[in-house]
């Protein structure tokens, strides 16, 4: 069974520009949740999807938004990229099912200059 | 609030020594708590999770309520074992989300 895979693997943008990430979960997978991973925080959790909704949401500025689509793809953007955006964005997949791990991905490191 | 603790952002360890690296939670909900592990250059990926009960790689944990504490143990470390350890507690009350620690790097020296 594939992974959770995440395209593009890197990214450079200047401030100012926005981004779109991408997501594929492991088939069958309906929730996918997207973390940023900073040294300094950690993982720190964006939102999470189920079904094409956005159940749940961290405590991130409007500027980071989501949506999945109906094959439980996800993608997350950024507008008006700033340089603390600079982070490993991490998208993770999970079965809706008690006491399921979350399986992650590569992760997408983005750089803004 | 709902909130996982990592005390230690560094443990270092010779080989050989028992190794204990501290996780605490608070959520007043009936926890699921697991243990994830990040090697270098790797996914992060479940180590164990509370309900299992299980011993992956010598690590065990055990979930005391009463300190709201999941900390994670191996007697023996290993080189191996070199690796940032995150403590993860999903929370099912509403809707699911996970809440994850800060991380602790633990460096098992030879």
Redesign the interface.
Known sequence: KA?VTQTPRYLIKTRGQQVTLSCSPISGHR?V?W?QQTP??????LF?Y?SETQ??KGNFPGRFSGRQFSNSRSEMNVSTLELGDSALY?C?SSR?E??N???????TRLTVL | AQRVTQPEKLLSVFKGAPVELKCNYSYSGSPELFWYVQYSRQRLQLLLRHISRESIKGFTADLNKGETSFHLKKPFAQEEDSAMYYCALRVTSGTYKYIFGTGTRLKVLA
């Open positions: 992974g929730s949740s973390y300094g925080q950690g993982l720190q959790f999470e189920f159940r749940n991490l993770a809706e008690v006491y791990e979350q399986f992650f991905g590569p992760g």
